[in-house]
């Protein structure tokens, strides 16, 4: 799924980026992300894409988003929160120097695939917050340690435990 978006692109430098949509790309909130996604991610300048709800910046493509993926339930990768927009960060496992966010409370979902060589995935997010947080939050949140309760706090009273 992720490398049938990413092989063919991340090396093009035509002038409009091919992709393929998400399965919800037809969703009204992706239509709201897509016309506020940003001129320039870091120092890279948006180019056209041929698909909808999609996003590519720089030449080469450094920086891919596709808007109406699934949204993840639960995740070990670490989860951020960045201007209101809490973000998995993920690096693909076939290639440790493609980086992966997708947003995480939120529906649709984003993805963005970034070649971390050109791009860190905190510039990406910091630059991206703004066009995702017009997607809808479905109520669910990055937790920090203080949102986990401690085994001692959750036992039973008069427990062995």
């Given at each position: 799924?992720?490398?049938?978006?990413?092989?063919?692109?991340?090396?093009?430098?035509?002038?409009?980026?091919?992709?393929?949509?998400?399965?919800?790309?037809?969703?009204?909130?992706?239509?709201?992300?897509?016309?506020?996604?940003?001129?320039?991610?870091?120092?890279?300048?948006?180019?056209?894409?041929?698909?909808?709800?999609?996003?590519?910046?720089?030449?080469?493509?450094?920086?891919?988003?596709?808007?109406?993926?699934?949204?993840?339930?639960?995740?070990?990768?670490?989860?951020?929160?960045?201007?209101?927009?809490?973000?998995?960060?993920?690096?693909?496992?076939?290639?440790?120097?493609?980086?992966?966010?997708?947003?995480?409370?939120?529906?649709?979902?984003?993805?963005?695939?970034?070649?971390?060589?050109?791009?860190?995935?905190?510039?990406?997010?910091?630059?991206?917050?703004?066009?995702a947080g017009y997607l809808?939050?479905?109520?669910?949140?990055?937790?920090?340690?203080?949102?986990?309760?401690?085994?001692?706090?959750?036992a039973a009273p008069g427990?062995?435990?």
């Amino acid at each position: 799924m992720l490398t049938a978006l990413v092989v063919p692109v991340l090396g093009a430098c035509s002038a409009a980026v091919p992709l393929s949509p998400a399965e919800g790309a037809n969703d009204p909130a992706c239509a709201q992300v897509t016309v506020h996604l940003p001129e320039a991610v870091g120092d890279h300048a948006r180019r056209e894409t041929d698909a909808q709800a999609t996003g590519a910046w720089g030449t080469p493509t450094s920086v891919l988003l596709r808007c109406g993926v699934e949204s993840p339930a639960v995740s070990d990768d670490p989860c951020y929160p960045v201007a209101g927009v809490d973000w998995i960060s993920s690096v693909d496992p076939a290639d440790p120097e493609r980086g992966i966010l997708r947003t995480f409370g939120r529906v649709p979902g984003l993805e963005v695939v970034i070649d971390l060589t050109r791009v860190s995935s905190g510039t990406v997010a910091q630059d991206l917050s703004t066009a995702a947080g017009y997607l809808p939050q479905d109520g669910k949140r990055c937790l920090d340690a203080g949102d986990v309760p401690l085994e001692e706090e959750s036992a039973a009273p008069g427990g062995s435990g």
